[in-house]
Nanobody, 112 residues
Framework: QLQASGGGLVQAGGSLRLSCAAS????????MGWFRQAPGKEREFVAS???????NYADSVKGRFTISRDNAKNTMYLQMNSLKPEDTAVYYC????????WGQGTLVTVSS
């Protein structure tokens, strides 16, 4: 139901834009969010956006990442700027009141 895309290899200081497209059902009235899991670490929260656009960010990405959503397209985005090697991880999108729907993940690799 959720398809994440946009990951890739980028140098430190670069940018990437992740997308999360929903299919099969709409998440217009639900919160959506991005999480990430680095090698050997637990999955962690990155950013979230409510149905009406209220956003929340992990301290580690504040000022560098921007979450947004286009309800008409049933799609969420994560604009990532000033990327750091420590941002390397598999990024997952999730949606629903208890984040009960998850995408498959997209790999972001930031080289130093």
């Amino acid at each position: 139901q959720l398809q994440a895309s946009g990951g890739g290899l980028v140098q430190a200081g670069g940018s990437l834009r992740l997308s999360c497209a929903a299919s099969g059902r709409t998440f217009i009235g639900d919160p959506m969010g991005w999480f990430r899991q680095a090698p050997g670490k637990e999955r962690e929260f990155v950013a979230s956006i409510s149905w009406n656009g209220l956003t929340n960010y992990a301290d580690s990405v504040k000022g560098r990442f921007t979450i947004s959503r286009d309800n008409a397209k049933n799609t969420m985005y994560l604009q990532m700027n000033s990327l750091k090697p420590e941002d390397t991880a598999v990024y997952y999108c999730a949606a629903g009141l208890q984040y009960n729907s998850w995408g498959q993940g997209t790999l972001v690799t930031v080289s130093s």
